[in-house]
């Protein structure tokens, strides 16, 4: 494999000393180890060789790897998550919480200031909360099977959008003639802000690995169709899990272009944006 390769795999990554599963792209697997979510699409996933989407000792055993041969890599907590740093243990005032209507408690997860972390105690007027990756301190094994190299402009397309935006339920229809390639996006993402977002990344990324292919994004608007943009938070503090906007990517483009594309649809208007 070289850089720039697409490839799809399967993976599994369990980590510490125990070597418990934390991830997995077969489903019988998570099944049987207790971490199925019926949430989740399960199946070979995309992968870009080169492109930093995996820890870089991963990425590196890319380029020798065969078809339908499993590779295991272990990586030392270095190599991945890196050491605990009793630096990311913040002390914060419970009424940051209260405020909110949120009842902290240990275990937790929550998304606080641009940060994602784990309430580890609640004492009179405290919280404290863990800043470190889940996974800090912690040995990981990644054991992947390379199932196929995408060559396709069309599927390499196709998998591009699913690193981009992984919503399971999206179906994106994209075609593919001459150096043209056309992507028509699905009722339920139109006017969804994490698509809004995600969609600039994608044409980015297209330019990146399919250079001098003209780019159509097609959305079908049907007659009295209007956005229901949601109302932004009242702060920052939210409980995992009650908030649309966890993550930089999960918010929606504050550019003048994003803003007018989310706008009240006209009827029966078709907007294509080109790039």
Same mark, same amino acid.
Not at 2 to 12: E, H, L
Not at 38 to 61: L, R
Not at 192 to 197: A, F, I
């Given at each position: 494999?070289?850089?720039?390769? #697409? ?17 997995? $792209? ?9 971490? #199925? ?24 055993? #890319?380029?020798?790897?065969? =078809?339908?041969?499993? *590779?295991?890599?272990?990586?030392? !907590?270095?190599?991945?998550? +890196?050491?605990? /740093? !009793? ?9 940051? #919480?209260?405020?909110?209507?949120? /009842? !902290? ?6 998304? =606080? ?15 404290? *909360? /863990? ?17 196929? *190299? ?23 229809? *994209?075609?593919?003639? +001459?150096? $043209? ?20 990344? =994608? ?6 690995? =399919?250079? +001098? ?27 995992? +899990? ?16 994003? $803003? ?16």
């Amino acid at each position: 494999m070289n850089n720039g390769d #697409f490839i799809k795999i399967d993976y599994s990554m369990r980590v510490g000393d125990d070597k418990k599963l934390v991830s997995t $792209s077969i489903e019988q697997l998570a099944k049987d180890n207790s971490i #199925f979510n019926e949430n989740t699409k399960y199946g070979p996933i995309a992968v870009v060789v080169g492109a930093d989407q995996v820890f870089k000792k991963i990425d590196d055993s #890319f380029k020798d790897a065969q =078809l339908d041969k499993e *590779v295991e890599v272990t990586l030392t !907590p270095e190599e991945a998550y +890196g050491a605990r /740093d !009793p630096k990311n243990i913040k002390v914060h005032s419970y009424i940051e #919480f209260k405020r909110q209507n949120i /009842d !902290p408690v240990p275990g937790q997860e929550i998304y =606080l200031n641009h940060r994602r972390g784990k309430v580890l105690s609640v004492t009179p007027g405290r919280v404290l *909360v /863990d800043y470190n990756p889940t996974h800090a301190g912690k040995t990981i094994v990644y054991s992947y099977t390379l199932r196929s *190299v995408i060559s396709d402009p069309k599927e390499k397309v196709e998998a591009l959008i699913e690193m981009n935006y992984p919503v399971s339920d999206a179906v994106f229809t *994209v075609s593919s003639e +001459g150096e $043209s390639i056309k992507i028509e996006v699905p009722e339920a993402s139109k006017f969804d802000p994490v698509w809004m977002e995600a969609k600039f990344r =994608l044409v980015n990324e297209i330019r990146k690995y =399919l250079p +001098g292919y003209t780019i159509s994004i097609v959305e079908n608007y049907t007659p009295g169709e209007v956005s229901k943009p949601e109302s932004a938070p009242e702060s920052e503090v939210k409980a995992e +899990g009650e908030t649309p906007a966890e993550t930089s990517e999960n918010t929606a483009s504050e550019s003048p272009q994003a $803003s007018n594309e989310q706008g009240e649809a006209q009827d029966g208007q078709t907007s294509e944006t080109k790039a």
